[in-house]
């Protein structure tokens, strides 16, 4: 059915950038939005961005004006470019999307990449 694959993980300096991309196999349920999601070490798992299928956005507050989420239905992936990044991003990220599985509709998690922001 649906599989995620996250890329884009990795070791970035304070203030530098990655991207990371989710491509997505399986036809997904697009009248739900997609969204990445992050879990740091201690804390619970918090929505970082999502968007829709008519492209609006929201964001945690925290990483407004930093990050940006994106999709391409095309190419069935979902990004989140992540810009001056500060060691409070230090996290495993996951991305979500939603399938139907048997006539219902079911949330689809990646298998997580970890980000580590260095000071």
């Known amino acids: 059915q649906v599989q995620l694959v996250e890329s884009g993980g990795g070791l970035v300096q304070a203030g530098g950038s990655l991207t990371l991309s989710c491509a997505v196999s399986?036809?997904?349920?697009?009248?739900?939005?997609m969204g990445w999601y992050r879990q740091a070490p201690g804390k619970q798992r918090e929505l970082v961005a999502t968007?829709?299928?008519?492209?609006?956005?929201n964001y945690l507050d925290s990483v407004k004006g930093r990050f940006t989420i994106s999709r391409d239905d095309a190419k069935n992936t979902v990004d989140l470019r992540m810009n001056n990044l500060k060691s409070e991003d230090t996290a495993v990220y996951y991305c979500?999307?939603?399938?139907?599985?048997?006539?219902?509709?079911?949330?689809?998690w990646g298998q997580g990449t970890q980000v580590t922001v260095s000071s």
């Open positions: 979500k999307v939603f399938g139907i599985v048997r006539g219902t509709v079911t949330a689809f």
């Open positions: 399986g036809s997904i349920f697009s009248a739900n939005p």
């Open positions: 968007i829709t299928r008519s492209g609006s956005t």
